[in-house]
Structures are given as structure tokens and as C-alpha cells.
């Protein structure tokens, strides 16, 4: 596509389930980035796709987060038993090669709302 | 650690005045730097992109600049127009490593 798109643009859900987060990028790109921004904050890595592989997963805050590119394009981030602190925008990126040369672009986002 | 900070938090201007926004971060063994804009309720996107070997970016009214060896970019923004209203964002990629680190942004408001 022409950009990376993100589904869905919204999601509320209650504490304790589970949630799934989409992300198709740009089409060629084989890098891929997901970060995670609360209100008032700058974006926050939570882990980055070289291909089908997950290169660094160091920004994911607990194993209740994961996160699979199975065929080196589209990315799902899954969230188990909810948190109301996971509220936040989960943006995702994407690049031509990994990010050294030629920077990112992103998506619209996720607004997930836990309450 | 990378740390990266900007200042200020927020601007508000007149419309047609000329503005600096600041970047600073902790470590300069940084691979680039990119800047970002961000509208409300929206995603990132690009404004310019730096490498460290560079000095400066320019793309139409924006100007950035990168000092590494004392931490700093500036974003110059000119004649600014109410359609600049957004916040700001500055990254860094370490080198070696894939990731940006973000600043918190400057909330940029251009009065008309």
C-alpha cells in the first residue's frame, strides 16, 4: 500500500482480556517497528522485525506482550490479561532496510483504551 | 542511557515569526536524527532526516541542524503559518542499533 496502515484506529476493551493490534506496512519494507506512546509522552520502542524475525525485543514491558510477523509483512502485536496502564497509542513503522539510511515512516496508530 | 530532550515544552507565536525549536540528547554516538511532526490524534510524520555525517537538512521552510559532538539539533521553522500547529518530535538512533529514542516534544501553536 501507500503507507503503513494500522488496524484498528480505536479499541476499547476491558481489563483482562485479550487484544490483538495490526499493522501492514509499507509494501517492500523489511523492516518493521512498533512503539508505544502515552499521553504527553515521545514514542517508546517496544520491538523491531527484521523479516519474519524478531531482531530486538527489548522495549516489550512484560511477556504479556508479543508480538509475530509470520510471512515478513503484516505485524500483530498481542496484549493478554489487560492492564488499565496499557492505555496508550501503539504506533507501528516501517522502513526500507533497517532504519540506519533512510529513517521510518508510520502509521496512524492504535488508540487502545482499557478500562 | 540515550536521553533526549526538548525545549521548550510548548511555543505559542504570532503567525509569520520566525521560530527555533530545541534538541539535545546525552550520548552523541548516534547514527542520525529525524525529525517529526505530529497532529492530534494522529501518527508521526517525517519531516527531515539527518545523518550524522551531516550538518543541516533543508525541505521548503524547514531547517535542521545537527551538532553532534556537544548533543544539540534545532528545528527553524520560518515565516510560520497556523497550518504549523502540531507537536514536535526529535529521535535519535544509536549506533549499532535500530530504535529511535524519542524527546517528549514541543507543542507548537501558531496564532493567526
Known amino acids: 500500500g501507500a503507507g503503513v496502515s494500522q488496524t484498528p484506529s480505536n479499541k476499547v476493551t476491558e481489563k483482562g482480556k485479550y487484544v490483538e493490534l495490526r499493522c501492514d506496512p509499507i509494501?517492500?519494507?523489511?523492516?518493521l517497528y512498533w512503539y508505544r506512546q502515552s499521553l504527553g509522552q515521545g514514542p517508546e520502542f517496544l520491538i523491531y522485525?527484521?523479516?519474519?524475525?524478531?531482531?530486538?525485543d527489548s522495549g516489550l514491558p512484560n511477556d504479556r506482550f508479543f508480538a509475530v510477523r509470520p510471512e515478513g509483512s503484516v505485524s500483530t502485536l498481542k496484549i493478554q490479561r489487560t492492564e488499565r496502564g496499557d492505555s496508550a497509542v501503539y504506533l507501528c513503522?516501517?522502513?526500507?532496510?533497517?532504519?540506519?539510511?533512510?529513517?521510518?515512516?508510520f502509521g496512524s496508530g492504535t488508540r487502545l483504551t482499557v478500562v | 542511557k540515550q536521553e533526549v530532550t526538548q525545549i521548550p515544552a510548548a511555543l505559542s507565536v504570532p503567525e509569520g515569526e520566525n521560530l527555533v525549536l530545541n534538541c539535545s540528547f546525552t550520548?552523541?554516538?548516534?547514527?542520525?536524527l529525524q525529525w517529526f511532526r505530529q497532529d492530534p490524534g494522529k501518527g508521526l510524520t517525517s519531516l527531515l532526516l539527518?545523518?550524522?555525517?551531516?550538518r543541516e537538512q533543508t525541505s521548503g521552510r524547514l531547517n535542521a541542524s545537527l551538532d553532534k559532538s556537544s548533543g544539540r539539533s534545532t528545528l527553524y521553522i520560518a515565516a510560520s503559518q497556523p497550518g504549523d500547529s502540531a507537536t514536535y518530535l526529535c529521535?535519535?538512533?544509536?549506533?549499532?542499533?535500530?530504535?529511535?529514542?524519542f524527546g517528549t516534544g514541543t507543542r507548537l501553536k501558531v496564532l493567526a
Open positions: 513503522a516501517s522502513s526500507l532496510t533497517p532504519g540506519q539510511n533512510y529513517g521510518y515512516t
Open positions: 509494501s517492500g519494507h523489511t523492516a
Open positions: 522485525f527484521q523479516g519474519t524475525g524478531a531482531a530486538d
Open positions: 550520548d552523541s554516538a548516534i547514527y542520525n
Open positions: 539527518i545523518q550524522s555525517s551531516q
Open positions: 529521535a535519535v538512533t544509536l549506533t549499532g542499533t535500530y530504535k529511535y529514542i
